[in-house]
C-alpha cells in the first residue's frame, strides 16, 4: 500500500500546477485589456487633440473621475493621412480609481483612412499600477512618471521596474491594429513579468468582437511558486475572456528542485495535451480540464498517467478536489525503489491549504512495488502488491509539508501480499478479505504499514524463508506489522534478532508480527520435503473458531472446537499451539486423536487424553491425561491406559507410564487373546472343544474370546517386533486366572499370519488356526498372543490352583505354561486339592490337574508326578 504515498505527492503537482491557469489568465487578461485600449486609441487621438508639436496631452473624465489619460511628447501630421506619435503614453483608471493601466512606446503610427494602429518598436504595458494622487500626479504618470515618485525609468519609453506584487509589465513589438476587424496581432516575441514571475511567448492575435486572445507559440513562464522554481511551457495558448475559459495546448508544468538549492535538477512536473481553464468572474482559475497523456512525474522519476484530468480549486487557488480517469497508470523506476500500478479512476479531495486529505481509486486497483535496502550487487527486493475492487487512503501532511499515509481501505475482494526478502532466503505474508482497512505510522521519514483488519471470507497465507506454507481463512482478521530492517531476513530469525527497529537503514518493507483470525477459521501447512524423503508431506489441514498467530514466536494458537487432520490422521482439541517453523504442538483440553497408517484398512488407533505433544517431524505424540482420568490409547478391543502415551507413529511403537518416577502399576492394557487364554491340552495334547461364545458384542464360532488385562508401571510396545514389554511389577489378569511378576514379556502373533488366515478361510502358511484368532485382527495391539514371558517373583493363581516361581513362559501353540525357579528357590505349584509340586522346572496347563516336573538333565527327561490330594474333614 505503500505504493500510494508516491502517487498522492503527485497530486500535490496537480495543486502546483494550478500557477499554469493564473499564470495564463493574467496573461491574457493583460493583452485584452491592451487590446481594447488600442481599440479605443485612434478615436481618442482624432477627436480633440491639440494640433501642437510637443506635449500633446488630452485626459477625459466623467462625473469628477478621470477615465483616461494620453499623452505625446510630439505628434506629426502627416501628408499621406497617416499621422505618427512620439513618446506615448496612455493610462487608463479603475472604475474606483484604485489602480491604472499603461500603455506607452516610443512611436506609434496612426492610419485614419484605414483605421489601422501599428506601434513601430517596443510596446510596453503597465497593468494593476497603484493609484495616483491627483489630477497632475495622473498627466505626470502618462508622462512616464512613476506614480510613488521618480522616473518610470529610462525615460517614458524606458523599461519599467516596479517593486509592486501586483504589477503585470508586458513588452512586445510589431504591434498591429486593425479597428475594422477588431484585431490586434502581432508575430513578434512577447515579454511579461509580474511578482517575480516572468513570460515569454511569440506570436498573438485578439478580437474584439469575441474578446478572445491567443497565443501563437512557444508559451513560457518562469518564477517562484511556494519558494520553488517553476517552468511552465505550452505550444499554444487560448484566453477567451467572456467565455471565461483558456486553453492550453502540450502544456507543461516543472517545479524544480527548492528555492536555494542551485544546481538542483530534478522536478516535479504535470503536462497534457490539451489543458481547458475555467475562470471566475474575477479572472482566477475554479475548474482544470486536461485531456491526453495527462502525466504527473515526482522529483525522482515515478509517474502517473491518465487519459483524462479534471480540477477543481477554491478562490485562494487552492486544489479543492481533481480526477484522472480513462485508466489510470503509475510507474516509478529508481535505484531502491521501483513500481507499477493501474486503476479505472482516481480521486482526490484537498484540505484549505491545498493538502490531499482522501483518495479514492476505483476499477479494478493494482499496486506494485519493490524495494531494497542499498543498490550493492547481489542486494535482495523486498515486494509489496495489492490487488481491489476499490481503494480509499486518507492522508495527514506532516510539519515539513509531506503527504502521510493514515489509513486505507480496499473493498472487493482485497488482497494484499508482502515478501520480505533476505539473502538467506523470502519470506512472505499474504492477506484477504472482502474489506481490508489498514493503518499507517511514519517510522523515520517512511510510511510503514502498523495494522490490518479484514472482514467477510478474509484470508492470511505466509511462506517461511525455508519453504514452510501456511494458510489460514476465516470470517474476520487482524494482522499487525512491524519493519524489517536491513539485515534481517524474515521467517527464520532468531527471537533476538527480532526485535523491534526503526528500520531507517532498512529495505522499507514490513512482516507480520501478529495475526488473529476469527469465525469459522480454515487452515492448512504444508511442510517443505526434507531430503532423502521419497514422499512429498501432506498437507494439514486445521478448523477452529479462533487462530492467533505470534510472529515473534513464529506460533500459532488454535481455540475454540479445534481439529487437526493431515489427510490420514485427526486430532480434537479445545485449544492447540502450533510452532510454525517445526509444526510441532501442544493440545490441550478434550484431546482426541485417530491415527491410520496410510493405506491401510485397519480401524484407526484412537487416543482420549486432556493433553498433548506432538512431535511434527519425528511424528511422536505424547499424551497425558488429567487425574483422576489417565491417557486412553485403543484400537480395537485392545487398549492401553495410562498417565502419559508416548505414541511413535512412524515406528508404530508406544510407551506408557506413570508422571513421575515410580509410580506404581500406573499402566493398564487390555490384551485380546483369540481362544481361552490359558486354556490347557488333554493328556493327548488335544485341545477341548469350547462352545461359541460372544466377544466385544460379536459371536466369534468355532473359539473363544479371551480377554487379559495387565497392570504395570511401565509397558513399551513395538508393533514391528509384536512385542509389549510390561516393567516396574506387573499383574495379569484373564478368565483363567492372574499372575504377578516384576516384568513381563508378550509377544503377539505376526500381523502377516492374521492376515493371512483371514485371506485363507483360517490358515496360516498352511497351519489351520483358530478363527477366533483371526477375528480379533492385525492392528495395534491387536492379535492372538504367541507367546509370554514373566520373571521376577512370579505369582501365579489359577482356579483351585496356585504357583510361585522366578519365571514362567507361556506358549499359545500348546496352551502350556513353563515355570522355572533359581537354585535356591524352585518353583511350586500348590493345588487346593492335590498338594504341593516342586521341582527345577514345572510344566502345566489351566484347567487340569496334570503338572510335568523336570529335574534337568542333558535331554531335558522328566516324569510325570500326580499331586496328592488332601480330604479335610467335616466338623
Known sequence: MNVSIERLRFWLLVGAGLLVIV????????????????????????????????NVTYSQSVQGRTIYTIHAAKAVERSDGKMTLHDVGIVLYGRKQDRADRIYG???????????????GEVHIDLQAPEAGDANAKMDYAAGKDLRGGQAGGGVAGEHESKDDRLIHVTTSGLVFLRKLGVAATDKDIEFASGGMTGHAVGADYSADTGVVVLHAAVKVNGLQHDRPVVLTASHAVLDRPGQTMVLLQAKYVAIGNAGGAGSAEGQTAEAQHVVVHLRSDGSAERLEADGKVTLTGAAGGSVMAPRGEMTLNAQNQPQSAVMLGGVKYNADEPLRQAQGEAGEGRAAFDKKGHPEHVVMTGAVHLHERVRASDAPGEPWSERELNAGTVELALATDSAGKAQLRDAKAAGDA?????????????????????????????????????????????????SATGVVNTGSGDSLVAHFRPVTAGRGSGGSSQGQRSRNDGLGGAGADEVSDAVEQGHVVMTRLPVRKPGEAVAPLEERVTAE????????????LTGNVQVSDGTNVLWADRVVTEQQTGDAVAEGSVKASY??????????????????????????????????????????????APVLQFEQKQRRLLAHGEGQGVPMAVHSVLVNGGSFGTSAKA??????????????????????????VASRELVYSDEARKAEFTGGVDVESRDGSMRGQQVVV????????????ANGGKADGVKTNPASAAVGSGFMAGSVERMVASGHIEMEQPGRRATGEQVEYTASDGMFVLTGTPTVLPKVTDDQRGTVTGTSLRFHSGDDNVVVSNGGENGAGERVRTETRVKNKQ
Open 106 to 120: 516610443e512611436e506609434f503610427e496612426y492610419d485614419q483612412k484605414n483605421e489601422i494602429i501599428r506601434a513601430v
Open 546 to 557: 479462533r487462530a492467533m498467530f505470534d510472529g515473534a514466536l513464529e506460533r500459532t494458537t
Open 747 to 758: 509377544y503377539l502373533q505376526p500381523a502377516t499370519s492374521a492376515k493371512a488366515s483371514s
Open 415 to 463: 488482497r494484499l501480499q508482502v515478501v520480505n526478502a533476505a539473502k538467506g532466503g523470502s519470506a512472505s505474508s499474504a492477506l484477504g478479505g472482502d474489506v481490508l482497512t489498514a493503518r499507517f505510522v511514519r517510522v523515520g521519514s517512511k510510511d510503514h504499514l502498523a495494522e490490518v483488519h479484514g472482514d467477510g471470507h478474509t484470508a492470511l497465507r505466509r511462506v
Open 23 to 54: 499564470i495564463a489568465a493574467f496573461l491574457g487578461y493583460a493583452h485584452y485589456r491592451v487590446h481594447r485600449y488600442l481599440r479605443d486609441l485612434p478615436q481618442k487621438l482624432g477627436v480633440d487633440v491639440r494640433r501642437e508639436t510637443n
Open 596 to 641: 491410520r497408517q496410510a493405506g491401510s484398512a485397519e480401524e484407526p488407533v484412537h487416543v482420549l487424553a486432556a493433553r498433548a505433544e506432538l512431535k511434527h517431524d519425528s511424528q511422536i505424540a505424547t499424551f497425558h491425561g488429567a487425574a483422576p482420568s489417565p491417557a486412553r490409547l485403543w484400537q480395537g478391543a485392545s487398549q492401553v491406559e
Open 684 to 709: 493327548d495334547g488335544s485341545r477341548p472343544k469350547a462352545a461359541p461364545t460372544k466377544a466385544s458384542g460379536k459371536l466369534i464360532a468355532g473359539g473363544k474370546v479371551d480377554v487379559v488385562r
